[in-house]
């Protein structure tokens, strides 16, 4: 079955000059240049059908991601030569299978490059403000069997193309004590953490939960994590009491294995 991602519409990720990136939720921090990790894990939609005489309709992917620290670069920013590294982030989304084999647009990979101060893993700053953007230089993208293409619209969003995980204004830990954590690369110490987030017009909702393990052991920062991201629409007269679920995605990854020998896979500067 080919890739189909439903309900589901955003910008291409993209970056231009020194614009901004949503990432705090997946790049917690910069490990040593050469190093890379990579996640696997499921990625599922229930689609509600109340008209269907078959019901709902539920489709699942074997997702895998990979981050890697592919170079360094001296680049001046305003005036100041600032230390910025190249990020590379790959995404497989493809159905299960023994050999993982993503439909169109089912494989993407992303380049961009990252002022190294810009990389701070907390949510909010020095100055106690929210942390929303991280500042990227440029980048490029390759979907599928395409050419790579320089990122120009000014926005590289992760969510939802790379992860479901979101700026989250609020984390919340039982304990800020680190715990054992048995992922399938390891056993790590790593925190849990939760967010959630709401996003409302007059048409739809979103709500997105998610719980993510965070990690130091594991390069960029994050073990695994879990997200649930449910879609409800109305009419624009229609009163808020009236929101009906008609799409729910559910995301589950962990980190599979890493290294120190990462290469990357687009000879773009």
Known sequence: MRLRVLSITAALLSVVAVNHVQAQGLIWNLPPDGSWVRYEGTYSQLVRRPNSTE???????????????????????????????????KVVTAQPAALLEPGPGGNRIYK???????????????????????????????I??????????????????????????????DSDTPQQTDIPMGIVSAIPLRGAMTVESAETRSTNEAEL???D????????????????EKHTTQSRDLFRETMEVSI???AHESGINAVTELDVQ
Not at 217 to 232: Q, S, Y
């Open 55 to 89: 019901g709902d309709l539920t489709l699942e992917w074997t997702r895998h991601l990979t981050i890697k620290s592919v170079g360094t670069s001296d680049e001046t920013i305003n005036g100041e030569v600032v230390p910025c590294r190249w990020i590379e982030i």
């Open 112 to 142: 961009i490059l990252v002022p190294e101060r810009a990389i701070l893993g907390r949510v909010n700053d020095d100055a106690n403000i929210l942390v929303s953007f991280i500042p990227v230089v440029r980048g490029y993208r390759v």
């Open 144 to 173: 599928g069997e395409e050419d790579p293409e320089p990122i120009e619209s000014g926005v590289f969003q992760i969510y939802p193309l790379v992860s479901y995980l979101r700026h989250y204004r609020e984390l919340q830990a």
């Open 213 to 215: 393990w965070r990690s």
């Open 217 to 232: 052991d594991v390069p960029f920062g994050l073990a695994k994590w879990t997200v649930r991201d449910l879609r409800e």
């Open 252 to 254: 589950e990854m962990s």
